[in-house]
């Protein structure tokens, strides 16, 4: 049987290039091995593509297997394909051409989840819960390969027909929206949370972090700002020059912000604050959680670090890595994890050791006895090997098992949708309040949605049920199980009064963004976010915020 012309020459392509390395570098075990295991690779490809009994798509095979390799590095070395190429573009410089809404499956259908601000889509009038029907013409239930992410996005100027369902309305509607380049903010909202605190929101580190940062920094500075709340919570980072420049804005020029160690001596490399700072002098709190990964994480070390601000909220993510793009063949890409960043201290933030796996291929956090102690410009001491951990430490909120069930089978999302086309408008985001008889018809809407949950309570019980069997324990205490499990035993009805206030605030961020979109869920968080609440607990207290940079108070 002969091989296919295609393959013949990608195989003797791939066998040349193992036979010259074996030849150059045969006195190496090394490279001896990479030779030797292209070449089995290669005649494991031929093989399949020869034999077996269905035929082999090569990109599709070429691909699962590269994403193999690299998932037992770590998570954030990544292959790009040839197709993939925009989705990477559009995660490094945050730009795209589209319409500027995210579309999401629910029960088999294309709602419009959100709609960012100054886009094509809030200015044609689209609305959050709307069902996308058609996109140009194309039934995206009949068609099930159709991808509404890519059908929606296009060159600049061209139009996109969609056919929606609306809400409360009965005949489906045609919206008609212009492409444009749709560029997703770092900073999605800043503003003054009284007459002297600014906040500014920042979310991600791509190509313009820092100008919006600076931006938003001197416009509230000129409408009064006298302290600041810098949030990077759920930011996952991004561009290490962008954490440098905005890290730039608060320190003096030439202070040493990162520096880069890896395998390759030659790219390691200290970077420092090249500009005049913007200022020196504000009190500055960073707000930070688990999910403030990298770059997020290089900014609050670093304002940790110079003792030039506070942290308050939980331990960051613990992401020490450094990323470098590699350019290969065929317009593909490598993003390959090259090095540790370090922060001013000297500390190294990485929490997961990814080069050495246990047996069963699971990665550890590094231990506490393996943690050093490193100091501060002003002398605190802070710790390496697990993220950083703020000056005032938050307790996170976990939700209740109703709000999250609540929330993941969409019915806070339903409901908002529902309230947005009842009430044509509400007041502003920080004053919205639905109010008691609001919310009695809420829970009177609910009460027939299918939803469910187990508390952890439930589940212990259930636990000591299962080793009390199992121990020969169950008959001797079945009757205090049995009471224990109609005590604890929830009811929707009256979980919905318990936890009222939480879902009270959760259906008021929900509907506050369906009228005002990012900036009215944030305005409306503002009364109930135990973060900020502490921050400004602070910012009351300045000989607080003084003796906790010093060293010399308890936080």
């Not at 600041?228 to 980072?237: K, M, S, W």
Request: proline fraction near 4%; hydrophobic fraction near 35%; charge should be neutral.
């Amino acid at each position: 049987m002969r091989l296919p012309k295609r393959f013949t020459l990608l195989a003797s392509s791939v066998l040349v290039a193992g036979g010259i390395g074996f030849f150059s570098f045969k006195t190496d075990d090394r490279f001896f091995e990479i030779a030797r295991n292209l070449d089995i690779y290669a005649t494991l490809f031929k093989e399949l593509n020869l034999y077996y009994v269905d035929e082999v798509n090569p990109n599709r095979m070429v691909k699962t297997s590269i994403d193999a390799m690299l998932k037992a590095l770590d998570p954030y070395t990544n292959f790009f394909a040839e197709d993939e190429i925009e989705d990477y573009m559009t995660m490094t410089t945050g730009r795209y051409n589209g319409i500027g809404a995210l579309v999401g499956q629910r029960q088999g259908k294309s709602i419009v989840l959100m709609i960012y601000e100054g886009t094509p889509a809030e200015k044609s009038g689209l609305q959050i819960g709307d069902e996308i029907m058609k996109i140009d013409g194309i039934d995206l239930k009949s068609r099930k390969d159709a991808d509404p992410g890519k059908l929606l996005k296009g060159q600049n100027n061209t139009a996109v027909k969609l056919t929606v369902r609306r809400f409360g309305q009965k005949d489906p509607v045609d919206v008609s929206v212009t492409r444009d380049v749709v560029k997703m903010t770092n900073v999605p909202y800043y503003g003054m949370i009284n007459d002297e605190v600014g906040y500014i929101d920042l979310k991600d580190f791509t190509a313009t972090a820092s100008r919006e940062v600076k931006t938003a920094f001197q416009e509230l500075k000129g409408k009064g700002m006298k302290k600041l709340i810098l949030d990077v919570r759920e930011n996952p980072g991004g561009l290490l020059n962008m954490a440098i420049d905005i890290s730039n804005i608060f320190i003096p020029k030439d202070s040493e912000v990162v520096t880069t160690k890896g395998k390759v001596t030659e790219w390691n490399k200290t970077y420092t604050a090249l500009n005049p700072p913007l200022d020196l002098d504000m009190p500055i709190i960073v707000l930070t959680n688990s999910r403030s990964a990298s770059a997020a994480e290089i900014v609050s070390g670093v304002i940790q670090d110079y003792d030039r601000g506070v942290l308050v909220g939980q331990r960051t993510f613990g992401k020490g890595l450094v990323q470098t793009t590699r350019e290969l063949s065929f317009n593909t890409k490598l993003k390959i994890t090259t090095a540790k960043y370090y922060i001013p201290s000297g500390r190294c933030i990485q929490a997961i050791d990814y080069s050495h796996r246990n047996p069963d291929g699971s990665v550890g956090k590094v231990p506490d006895s393996l943690k050093t102690a490193f100091k501060t410009k002003a002398g605190r001491v802070v710790y390496d090997g697990g993220g950083v951990l703020p000056d005032v430490v938050v307790e996170a909120q976990t939700p209740t098992p109703i709000a999250l069930s609540l929330t993941n089978k969409g019915l806070i999302f339903d409901y908002a949708v529902k309230y947005r086309s009842e009430h044509p408008t509400i007041k502003p985001a920080r004053e919205f309040r639905l109010t008691d008889a609001e919310y009695a018809d809420f829970t009177k809407w609910v009460a027939d949605k299918e939803y469910d949950y187990t508390t952890q309570v439930e589940k212990d019980l259930g636990t000591l049920e299962a080793s009390a069997k199992k121990e020969k324990y169950f008959d001797q205490i079945q009757d205090q199980l049995k009471a224990l499990k109609t005590k604890v035993s929830h009811s929707k009805d009256a979980d919905l009064m318990t936890f009222k206030n939480e879902l009270k605030t959760l259906l008021e961020q929900e509907i506050a963004g369906h009228y005002y979109l990012q900036h009215g869920i944030k305005e409306a968080s503002f009364a109930t976010d135990p973060e900020l609440k502490a921050a400004l607990d602070v910012f009351k207290d300045m000989g607080r915020y003084s003796a906790i940079l010093k060293g010399t108070k308890s936080k």
